[in-house]
């Protein structure tokens, strides 16, 4: 809008009400008193009753002296509410995910809110023996392939096909109607199964909240054999995925190297210099790692990079604790600076100040959000820093899958000697 507005496309804005032009005081003032008249544009906004042709825009007009203090402290009552309903719905979803009550906005496919509760989660009737069978099967040992199979051929719902037929509305991705991998895996994987609910950004785990549908010792030892197949430990005539497609790299040539089942489809597998295989050694020499190797040197140099970046409990608390006490203390200097500046707009709109006179204190203020708005966003990156430390650390112990942290590696280099070197894509300390 601001563009066509430019262009001289526009030449009135409408809005309900003054909210919805923005929730910044600084910024919503901005609009009406300089860019719309000096675009010539002209703004209405209804339920406010306000109108630049009679208001504060035209020192000319009756109305100009009303709305050169009301309009601006309408912006600024905006501003405020937004940011403190903003912050009240934040502490009322956590203090209801921290007593266990669920706070997602539907769901999860095998419950149903309770109709005298919907924060308490029930099993579903139809979609609950759903959920159980697929774990049943992937107890007993059938494979995610095999599970989908059996859910596609006896034509049950998908989740989204069943949420659907129960009444959901809204844009959401239907797909082809057909169970598929990810959608089994979804469930296989989601702790909510067995009774415990984890939700918000805090990632508030509660116990026993509801009623399992399959439990934890069957859960855990899913788990667990998914697990043991992101470690390349597959049955005899399977193949395992490629996790570190187009990762591994010749030391010679720079170029990918291709991975191969072993001589004879025997159940391992290695990786082998591409540009060889297909220009010829006279452009690389090629070099060769079985899959195994390279697994074990990413580990070993994992736990070297876990060690290096090392971070305690009690550091990341401490670190956390001065963002909090630095964003506490910014969001004070920020208020006190939205108030100077406020008045100072009052004085600027009255022809008190100059306009370089408001625009100073103008600055002071924007200045002071926008270290606000850095330590929030360092807060930010240091916790995802840190989780990223945690998912690294349970990797190195071979908690979780190496699969689940593939993204963090850059590219693994072999080199001659059966030298292995990874490079990590985030080398930043926590």
Not at 100 to 119: C, D, H, L, T, V
Not at 301 to 320: F, G, M, P, R, W
Request: proline residues 3%.
């Amino acid at each position: 809008m601001l563009q066509d507005i430019r262009k001289g496309k526009i030449n009135c804005v409408v809005v309900k009400d003054l909210s919805r032009l923005g929730r910044d005081y600084i910024t919503a003032g901005y609009y009406l008193e300089m860019f719309f008249p000096r675009e010539n544009v002209r703004f209405i906004s209804i339920n406010d009753q306000f109108d630049t042709t009679d208001g504060i825009t035209n020192r000319d007009k009756p109305a100009y002296i009303q709305s050169r203090t009301r309009i601006p402290l309408i912006n600024l009552f905006n501003e405020r509410v937004s940011i403190e309903t903003k912050m009240k719905v934040e502490a009322v979803l956590d203090m209801k995910a921290q007593h266990g009550e669920f706070i997602g906005p539907r769901a999860p496919f095998g419950y149903q809110k309770s109709k005298e509760n919907p924060s308490q989660l029930v099993p579903d009737p139809v979609a609950a023996i759903i959920v159980r069978k697929i774990f049943e099967m992937a107890a007993n040992g059938t494979g995610v392939t095999g599970i989908v199979r059996y859910l596609n051929e006896r034509g049950l719902p998908t989740p989204i096909q069943y949420a659907r037929a129960q009444g959901l509305a809204g844009n959401f991705d239907d797909g082809n109607g057909n169970w598929n991998s990810r959608s089994v895996k979804y469930i296989l994987i989601n702790r909510t199964y067995t009774g415990m609910l984890v939700q918000g950004k805090e990632k508030r785990a509660v116990e026993a909240t509801h009623e399992a549908l399959v439990d934890s010792g069957t859960f855990d030892a899913i788990q667990k054999a998914f697990q043991a197949r992101a470690y390349n430990v597959v049955p005899q005539g399977q193949s395992a995925d490629n996790i570190l497609k187009g990762t591994v790299i010749c030391g010679c040539c720079g170029g990918k190297m291709q991975r191969k089942r072993g001589t004879g489809h025997a159940d391992w597998h290695f990786f082998t210099c591409i540009t060889k295989n297909r220009l010829g050694a006279d452009k690389c020499t090629g070099m060769y790692a079985r899959e195994e190797d390279v697994f074990s040197a990413i580990y070993r140099q994992l736990k070297d990079y876990v060690y290096e970046h090392y971070i305690t409990n009690s550091a990341y608390k401490q670190k956390i604790q001065e963002y909090t006490g630095q964003i506490a203390d910014l969001t004070q200097r920020k208020s006190t600076a939205w108030i100077n500046a406020m008045e100072h707009y009052e004085k600027y709109v009255q022809g008190e100040i100059s306009k370089e006179e408001f625009c100073a204190v103008q600055d002071i203020a924007n200045q002071t959000k926008e270290a606000l708005i850095q330590a929030t966003e360092g807060k930010a990156a240091y916790e995802t820093q840190y989780a990223k430390f945690r998912k690294l650390l349970s990797a190195s112990n071979k908690d979780i899958p190496l699969s689940e942290i593939v993204d963090y590696i850059d590219k693994v280099v072999v080199d001659s000697g059966g030298k292995i070197v990874v490079k990590w894509k985030y080398n930043e300390k926590c």
